[in-house]
C-alpha cells in the first residue's frame, strides 16, 4: 500500500526581528532542515518567508523559526501587514526621540563641562554621563542586545552582534573607568560614542522602515480599489452590503463614480469603466450587457446591473495582489551572491576587529585606541546594504510592473528578461487580432462558391480553430444551413476531415490532403500565390479526395503591432515571428511588420522546440504567446510573456502577463527589467564597495580623527537609507 502524496503547498509567513541579510540566511536555513519543507525563501525588504512544503504544520515552521532567535506569524492581510509596519515605526520613532534627547545631553555635558562650574569633580560629570547613556544603552538599544543574544544563543553572529559589541565595549570601558579609581584625573570615557552610535542606527533603521513601506505601496492601492460595501438588488430594491457578503449570483447595482466590487457579467444597462489600475490603460472601456466587468475598476458614466461570477480570492483583483506579493517575496538569483556574502560577513568582522584591537595595542598606541578602532570596524561594516539591495529593488520594479499593466510573477523573471536577446512573436491572436474572416471563396469545376461555403463550414463546426471559427462564422452570415456531419476528425495544425452525406470532406493546408492521399489540381493552386502574398491563408477543400475549391482568409494586423515591433528592434533585440500559416502567407506578414526572421508552418507541438533550437545557440529568448498551443513554448523560453486576452494555460504558463493586451507592454516590460537590474547593480556596487574601502580605512584608524565610531554609525546607517532610496526611484519609471 502506498502512501497518500500529499499535494505541494506555499504558505507567507511574517518573520519579525530579522536585521540583516545574515539574519535571511539563517531563518532560510531553520526553515529548509525540516522535514516537507521543499524550499524556503526569506526576503529582508518584506520580512515575510514563503514555505514551499507538503504536510507541514504552521506551529512546526513558527517554532523552527523561533528556535532560530526569530519571531514568525502565518501572513494574515496587507491591512494587518501595514498596520504592523505603522505600529513598529511608532516605536522606532519614540525610541529615537529618547535615545537623541539624551544623546544631545550627553555631548553637551562632555563637551561644555565648565558651564557645570569649576568646583565639579570631573569624577561627577563621568557618573551624570553614566546615568544618561544607561537608558539609551539598554532601552533604547534593548533590540539590538536581544538580538546579539539571539544570535550567540545559536552560535551566529548578525548585524545586531557588530552593534551590540561596538557600544558595549564602549559603555564597559567607560563604566570601568568611571567607577573603579585608576589614581589619575584625566579619565577619557566613550559613553557619547556608545550613546550616538545607538541613536544614530535607530535613525537610519527609522528611515530605512518609512522607505521600505513604500516598496508596497503597489499592493496597498491596489487594496484601495476593492470598495466596502456594494449595492446588492433584492426584490427590486438596493440593499448595502458589506463586500464580504456576495455570494456568486447576486446582482448588483453600480452607480457613475463607484468602484466595482467584484467580477461580474452586465445584465442591464451600459456604461464607460476606467480599468487603468489594472490594465495600465488610459482611456475607458466601453461597456454593455453581456461584457465582463472586473472588481476594483472605476465606473464613470453610465449606471448598470451586473450578476457577480467570481468573488473572495477568485476575483482577477485577489489573483493580481497575489502575484504581486508573491513576485516581492522572491529572489533573483543574483540575490543569493549577497546572500552567500552576507553569511560568512559578520563573523570575518569579528576576526579583523579582534586583530585590529590587538596590533593596536601591541604597537602601543594604548588600549583606549586599541579600542575604539575595534569599535570604529565593528559598527561601520554592518551588512544591512547588501541585505536590502536586492529585494527592495524587486519589489519595488514588480510593484510598478502591477501599475503599468505588467504582472511579473518573480524576481528570476526579472532578472531573465533583462538578458534576453530575442524575442519569438506568435502571429494569431497575438499580432493580429485573432478574428479572422473570409475573404475569398474560389470553388473549382461544377462548384458553387455558397456550395463550398457551405460544405467547409458543415465539416468545421466541430473545430475549434480560429480559421474554422471563422468559415463558420461567414456561413452563418451568408444564412446557409448545414449539414450534419459523422466521423469528425482534428488534425492539429493542418486541418479537420468530416463525412457529409456519405462523401468525405477535407479541410486544410496541403499537408491536411497528403495525409489523407487528398489531390490538389493545379487550378486550385493557381491564385494560391496572389492570396498569400497579401497575406491571407488559403483553406483548401476537397471532396472524396478530389479538388472543390479553396477559401481564403484574412486576420488583420493589430492596430499596435508594427510599432511594438520597432519598440523592441530599437531595443536590439532579434525579433522572429512563427506561425502555422505556409511560407508565402507569413512572409508577406513578416514584411508588413519589417521582420526579417519568419518561422512557418510551424505545428503547434513543434514551437517550444523552435525556442529551443535558438536557445541551443546560446540565445536568450523571450516568447509572446497567448493560445493553448503557444504554452510549451512559453514555458520553454527564458521568458514566457502572455497576454491576458489568451487562454487561462498560456497565463500559466508565462512569467510575465501582460494585463491589457497591449503590444506596446512588451517592450516596456523589458525596459522596466533592464532598469530595475541597474538599480539593483548600482546597490550591490554601493554595498560591497562601501565596505570594502571603508573596513581598511576604520582599521587603520584613519576615522578616528574625524569622531570615528558616530562617524560609522551615520555611514552605515546612510547606507542602508541610499540604498532603499535608490531602489524608489524604479516608482518613477515610465513607459
Known amino acids: 500500500m502506498t502512501k497518500t502524496e500529499h499535494p505541494m503547498q506555499t504558505l507567507t509567513l511574517s518573520i519579525e526581528g530579522m536585521s540583516c541579510a545574515a539574519c535571511v540566511a539563517r531563518v532560510e536555513d531553520a526553515l529548509k532542515t525540516i522535514p516537507g519543507v521543499a524550499d524556503a525563501q526569506v526576503n529582508f525588504a518584506t520580512h515575510q518567508a514563503t514555505v514551499h512544503h507538503k504536510a507541514v504544520l504552521i506551529d512546526t515552521l513558527v517554532n523552527a523559526v523561533s528556535n532560530a532567535g526569530y519571531e514568525a506569524s502565518p501572513h494574515i492581510s496587507e491591512d494587518a501587514e501595514q498596520t504592523g509596519r505603522t505600529i513598529e515605526y511608532g516605536k522606532l520613532r519614540s525610541l529615537f526621540t529618547v535615545a537623541a534627547i539624551l544623546s544631545a545631553l550627553i555631548m553637551a555635558t562632555g563637551m561644555t563641562r565648565t558651564l557645570w562650574g569649576a568646583n565639579i569633580p570631573p569624577h561627577h560629570i563621568h557618573i551624570l554621563l553614566f546615568a544618561l547613556a544607561t537608558p539609551v544603552q539598554f532601552f533604547c538599544g534593548w533590540r539590538f542586545l536581544k538580538g546579539a543574544w539571539a544570535a550567540l544563543r545559536h552560535r551566529s553572529a548578525d548585524m545586531n552582534s557588530l552593534i551590540a559589541a561596538g557600544t558595549l565595549a564602549a559603555y564597559f570601558y567607560s563604566a570601568a573607568v568611571t567607577f573603579i579609581p585608576l589614581g589619575t584625573q584625566n579619565i577619557q570615557t566613550y559613553f557619547d560614542t556608545s550613546a550616538m552610535i545607538i541613536t544614530l542606527v535607530l535613525l537610519g533603521r527609522l528611515l530605512e522602515t518609512r522607505a521600505r513601506g513604500q516598496t508596497s505601496s503597489a499592493i496597498r492601492k491596489l487594496l484601495d480599489l476593492r470598495p466596502k460595501t456594494a449595492h446588492i438588488v433584492r426584490n427590486g430594491r ?415 504558463s508565462a512569467g510575465m502577463i501582460l494585463m491589457s493586451g497591449n503590444l506596446l507592454a512588451i517592450a516596456t516590460s523589458i525596459r522596466l527589467s533592464r532598469q530595475t537590474m541597474r538599480v539593483i547593480r548600482q546597490n550591490l556596487f554601493w554595498a560591497f564597495a562601501y565596505n570594502t574601502l571603508l573596513i581598511p580605512i576604520a582599521a587603520l584608524g584613519l576615522l578616528n580623527p574625524l569622531g570615528g565610531p558616530m562617524l560609522a554609525a551615520a555611514a552605515m546607517a546612510l547606507s542602508s537609507v541610499s540604498v532603499v532610496t535608490n531602489a524608489l526611484r524604479l516608482k518613477r519609471f515610465s513607459p
Not at 645 to 651: K, L
Open 238 to 652: 438596493d440593499v448595502e452590503t458589506p463586500v464580504e457578503h456576495i455570494q456568486v449570483g447576486d446582482h448588483i447595482r453600480v452607480r457613475p463614480g463607484e468602484n466595482i466590487p467584484v467580477d461580474g457579467l452586465i445584465q442591464n444597462g451600459q456604461s464607460t469603466i476606467d480599468e487603468s489600475m489594472l490594465t495600465g490603460e488610459a482611456l475607458p472601456v466601453d461597456k454593455q450587457q453581456g461584457d465582463k466587468v472586473i472588481g476594483g475598476t472605476r465606473n464613470t458614466t453610465g449606471s448598470f446591473i451586473f450578476k457577480a461570477t467570481q468573488i473572495g480570492a477568485d476575483t482577477v483583483l485577489s489573483q493580481i495582489i497575489d502575484l504581486v506579493r508573491q513576485a516581492q517575496g522572491s529572489k533573483a538569483p543574483i540575490q543569493h551572491l549577497a546572500d552567500r556574502v552576507a553569511s560568512i560577513f559578520v563573523p570575518i568582522i569579528f576576526v579583523i576587529a579582534l586583530l585590529t584591537c590587538t596590533l593596536w595595542w601591541i604597537f602601543g598606541s594604548g588600549i583606549e585606541t586599541a579600542l575604539i578602532n575595534a569599535v570604529v570596524v565593528l559598527i561601520i561594516a554592518c551588512p544591512c546594504a547588501m541585505g536590502l539591495a536586492t529585494p527592495t529593488a524587486i519589489a519595488v520594479g514588480t510593484g510598478r510592473g502591477a501599475q503599468l499593466g505588467i504582472l511579473i510573477k518573480g524576481g528570476d523573471v526579472l532578472e531573465n528578461a533583462h538578458r534576453l536577446n530575442a524575442i519569438v512573436l506568435d502571429k494569431t491572436g497575438t499580432l493580429t487580432e485573432g478574428k479572422p474572416t473570409v475573404t475569398d471563396i474560389i470553388p473549382a469545376e461544377n462548384y458553387h462558391p455558397d456550395h463550398i461555403l457551405k460544405l467547409a463550414a458543415s465539416a468545421e463546426k466541430g473545430s475549434e480553430h480560429p480559421l474554422g471559427e471563422a468559415i463558420v462564422r461567414a456561413a452563418q452570415e451568408a444564412s446557409l444551413s448545414l449539414h450534419p456531419t459523422t466521423d469528425f476528425e482534428a488534425i492539429p495544425g493542418v486541418g479537420v476531415a468530416a463525412t457529409i452525406d456519405g462523401q468525405r470532406v477535407v479541410i486544410g493546408t496541403p499537408r491536411a490532403h497528403a495525409q489523407h492521399n487528398a489531390s490538389i489540381s493545379d487550378r486550385a493552386k493557381y491564385p494560391v500565390e496572389k492570396l498569400e502574398a497579401e497575406g491571407k491563408t488559403a483553406v483548401f477543400i476537397t471532396v472524396n479526395d478530389q479538388p472543390a475549391g479553396l477559401i481564403a482568409i484574412s486576420d488583420n494586423l493589430k492596430a499596435d503591432a508594427a510599432q511594438a515591433v520597432r519598440d523592441l528592434q530599437h531595443l536590439d533585440l532579434e525579433i522572429s515571428l512563427v506561425t502555422g500559416d505556409n511560407a508565402r502567407t507569413a512572409k508577406a506578414i513578416g514584411q508588413q511588420l519589417n521582420i526579417d526572421q519568419v518561422i512557418a508552418e510551424v505545428l503547434p507541438q513543434d514551437k517550444a522546440k523552435k525556442i529551443a533550437q535558438l536557445q541551443n545557440k546560446n540565445i536568450n529568448v523571450g516568447m509572446v504567446g497567448d493560445g493553448i498551443n503557444d504554452a510549451p513554448a512559453l514555458a520553454q523560453a527564458n521568458v514566457g510573456i502572455a497576454l491576458s486576452s489568451g487562454t487561462d494555460i498560456a497565463i500559466e
